[in-house]
């Protein structure tokens, strides 16, 4: 290993411990408690995210479908970012910004959850799905760096990141997600 790629991986390795100490668990336990609700409500759980964020939010939703539960039934999850015909159209018709918000005020209803995942929190498009997501009813979670942002204002529920690194924020969106599918795969099989 080069001298230049172990300092690397030693500051990256000090900033997620640095990020990892500072997490407020109680609200990653929140959400694990409302998504086992949600499953067995049969409610929906929407994600959406920009950029890596969205791919993020991708993922996750294959992991609340099918991961917490590969011989029965998942969570009613849809990924606000997964079709591009429909953001697509939404972002030449009625503009990037409104993209997410649309699909929820169509799809979404009281009782449901919406996940956003951003690095910066100020997404026009994260907030403005934030804002819908208050008028219908939903419980929204925000899983942020940086500062936070605008949404830090907008959802129920902060799971905050605080750092200003999008890849260990994005990082963290993952291993979140990831301790969530395995708590709600053993709740489940309880």
């Known amino acids: 290993m080069t001298k230049s790629i172990e300092h690397s991986i030693i500051e990256y390795q000090k900033k997620l411990d640095n990020v ?11 959400l ?8 067995h409500s ?15 939010a991708n993922h996750l939703a294959n992991d609340l479908i099918y991961g917490i539960n590969p011989a029965g039934e998942g969570l009613n999850v849809q ?10 159209c939404l972002a030449n018709d009625i503009g990037y ?16 959850i919406l996940i956003v ?5 100020n997404s026009a498009n994260i907030v403005n799905v934030l804002k819908e997501a208050r008028r219908i009813g939903l ?26 690194d999008m890849q260990i924020a994005e990082d963290f969106q ?17």
């Open 20 to 30: 990892w100490n500072s997490l407020n668990i109680e609200i990653i336990e929140n």
């Open 32 to 39: 694990s408690v409302d998504l086992i609700n949600t499953w």
């Open 42 to 56: 049969k409610n929906n759980v929407f994600l959406c995210g920009n950029g890596g964020s969205s791919a993020n």
């Open 79 to 88: 990924s606000l970012c997964a079709n591009t015909a429909i953001n697509l």
């Open 97 to 112: 910004e409104n993209i997410f918000a649309k699909q929820l005020s169509t799809l979404g209803k009281k009782g449901d």
């Open 117 to 121: 995942l951003s690095g910066s929190g």
């Open 139 to 164: 419980k929204s979670y925000a899983m942020l760096g940086f500062d936070g942002g605008e949404c830090c204002k907008l959802a129920d529920q902060i799971i905050h990141f605080k750092i200003h």
């Open 174 to 190: 993952m291993m979140i997600g990831h301790i969530l599918m395995k708590q709600i795969k053993k709740e489940i099989a309880n």
